[in-house]
């Protein structure tokens, strides 16, 4: 008797809740008959989609906001309001697209960061060559600081 | 140290951090490329500035002083929000709403039996050009997965706890709609003037984790993260 | 080697003046569905990208605002959007998401959004 969806979806949930970034090695390709439906689902997940998933009680902070983190939200929404991308395109790069371990050790603006870097090379706007040259001499600037 | 100082100590080297360097080279390079003009980007940044929690607040006291604007805030959140000068779509520097947050405010009423409280479990979606920018909390992988399906015990962790028979719905702004709450008017403010009423509609209220209260006038106390590099202030 | 033109100016030109979602008004057809209709979460596959949450699928709402008109954000997100659908706000009971949930509370609900394509008569 096959599962229901219902059922499906809670053992999703319990499923990606075991994921996490690691350091160390994870078992390299398995065969594909090592993967049932459950861990290919597990695998090719949406990371944003986090409703339900079990987690502790934490204590409830606020943050100072760094200079830089306001300046990349104003750049990514500069970057929309100029038509590079829109805000959904922004979502699904930045939420998705970056994969389940950057999603959950990235902090929240490095990840809005390095999607607005990606986009400037993925639509051509930017060769990577000129990206990487650009923080090379950005980093060279502030160290002769 | 100066006695009674109470700023976190600074790094013993200023250092410039992996992300201030890239934010930089991002930045630099969309300038040169025409991407986007320096002035785009200091408009923005000014348009960020003006925004915070005070034009929702005095919509909710507007609501509670007037049953007709009530239903229209309910039935036309965007329209409702002109009466406390934000303009959804023309207000942004982009004369088509912000490109994040669109133009679709829609403003979820609590009665004596439902309390509304709001998270984005995909993002952290949150209707800024009426309530600023959203907190820290609102945007952890935590507050996302757990409030949708254990709201009790989360509003029971910011101080809320409700009756049985009472019903909490949980709006989860997962598409183009943006919420804000309107709590509850609460006992002991009758006759208050709209200000007087505006003052103890905090953030934490408009999100749904507070309700209103006389004398209440800021969200709860929690700890703060320090930036290394804070924002610079110059207003 | 290869260059693609690419256009930064179509949204402003649709929806200046006017914002998002409104500027993709009348632009879906009729609605499937109406306030009060009960409806299904479809289990569609989901590859690379999705806005409607795994914890709704096979769940049975309500129908509660047919809000607006808008691309799925599915095709939004490459830019695609060319076929709006109307989006519905539905509500659920928490005993019908949650096998968990506790009979104390069983009056408690929860509102989420659909694009059209992510609901069925149940």
Known sequence: MSESTREQVMRHLETVGYLQPALHKPQHAPYPDQIDHNLYRAYTRSAHDVGGEPDVPITWEEKEEEQWELNTFATCECLAWRGVWNAEERRRRQNVDLGQTQYLGLPYYGRWLLTAARILVDKQYVTLTELVNKIDEVKRRHEQD | ?235 | MSKIEHDRTHHAAKATGIGDPQCFHGEAGPAKFKVGDEVRVRNLPDLFYTRCQVYTRGAVGRVTEVVYESPAAEDESWDNTDQPEWFYSVVFRQKELWPDYPDLYENDTLETEFSERWLEAP
């Not at chain 2, 200023?14 to 003009?37: H, Q």
């Open chain 2, 1 to 235: 140290m100066a006695e009674g100082h109470t700023h976190p100590a600074a790094p013993m080297v200023d250092e410039v951090s992996d992300f201030e360097v890239l934010e930089m080279a991002v930045r630099e390079l969309a300038i040169e490329k025409g991407l986007f003009s320096a002035d785009d980007h200091r408009r923005w940044t000014e348009y960020v500035h003006t925004l915070g929690p005070l034009p929702a607040a005095r919509l909710v006291a507007k609501a509670w002083l007037d049953a007709e604007f009530k239903k229209l805030a309910v039935r036309d959140g965007v329209k409702a929000s002109l009466e406390v000068g934000v303009d959804w779509i023309n207000g942004p520097p982009t004369g088509f709403g912000t490109p994040s947050d669109y133009c679709n405010l829609r403003v979820l009423e609590d009665t004596p039996t439902v309390k509304h409280v709001v998270v984005c479990t995909l993002c952290s979606c949150y209707p800024r050009p009426i309530l600023g920018q959203s907190p820290e909390w609102y945007r952890t992988p935590n507050y996302r997965r757990r409030l949708v399906r254990w709201p009790r015990q989360v509003l029971a962790e910011f101080g809320l706890q409700l009756d049985p028979g009472v019903e909490i719905r949980v709006a989860d702004s997962n598409q183009k709609t943006r919420y804000i709450v309107l709590p509850v008017r609460p006992d002991g403010t009758e006759g208050w003037s709209e200000d007087q009423l505006a003052e103890i509609v905090t953030r934490d209220c408009l999100i749904g984790v507070a309700v209103p209260k006389p004398g209440i006038t800021a969200n709860a106390t929690r700890p703060v993260h320090p930036a290394v590099h804070p924002v610079h202030h110059e207003h």
